[in-house]
C-alpha cells in the first residue's frame, strides 16, 4: 500500500468506529483493530500487528492510542498519527464527559448496573478471542508455551488470591 492512498479523514474514521464501538479497553481492541486494519483494509499486515501489540503493550500509554499513532504515522506520517489519536480518543472523551454530567443519577439505575456487569464478561471473552488469535499466529517454540503457561498460571493466582493485575 503506497502511504498517501489513504486519507486523512478515512484514517481519523477507522479510528474513531474502533474507539467508539470497542468496550473493554485496549485489550478488547486487539479483535476489531485486526478486522478494521488487517482483514479489512490490509493496512498493515499479521506480522506488523503482532510487533505493534508487542511494542504499545511495552511502552507507556494505552494501547489503543499507541496502536493508532503507529497506523497513523506508518500510513500518513504526523498528521496520520496524530488524526488516528484523536479519532481513537475523542468517543471516549465525549462518552465520559457525558456521563460525568449525570453520573450519580446515572449509576442509580439497576439496568446500568447489569449492563457493566454483562459488558465485563464480554470484555473477558473478547480478550480471550483475541489472545487465541494472536497465539495461532505467533512462531510456535518453547518460549512461547513457556510464557502462555505462566500467564495462565498467573492469571488463575491472581484470581484465586483477588490480586490486582
Do not use: H
Not at 474507539?19 to 499486515?45: F, S
Not at 494501547?63 to 498519527?81: H, P, Q, Y
Amino acid at each position: 500500500m503506497k502511504e498517501n492512498k489513504v486519507s486523512l479523514l478515512d484514517l481519523f474514521g477507522v479510528f474513531a468506529k474502533i474507539g467508539g464501538l470497542t468496550v473493554g479497553g485496549g485489550l478488547a481492541m486487539i479483535a476489531v483493530i485486526e478486522r478494521e486494519l488487517v482483514q479489512k483494509r490490509k493496512w498493515i499486515t499479521d506480522e506488523e500487528l503482532l510487533d505493534m501489540i508487542a511494542v504499545a503493550e511495552s511502552t507507556p500509554g494505552v494501547i489503543a492510542v499507541n496502536s493508532a499513532t503507529f497506523v497513523g504515522f506508518k500510513l500518513r506520517g504526523f498528521l496520520g498519527a496524530l488524526l488516528a489519536t484523536i479519532g481513537v480518543i475523542a468517543p471516549s472523551f465525549v462518552v465520559i464527559s457525558l456521563i460525568a454530567l449525570v453520573f450519580e443519577w446515572f449509576l442509580g439505575f439497576e439496568l446500568v448496573t447489569w449492563a457493566f456487569k454483562g459488558a465485563n464478561a464480554a470484555v473477558a471473552i473478547l480478550i480471550l478471542n483475541a489472545g487465541l488469535k494472536l497465539l495461532k499466529k505467533c512462531e510456535k517454540s518453547a518460549y512461547t508455551y513457556l510464557m502462555l503457561a505462566l500467564s495462565v498460571i498467573l492469571g488463575l493466582l491472581f484470581i484465586i488470591f483477588n490480586v490486582s493485575t
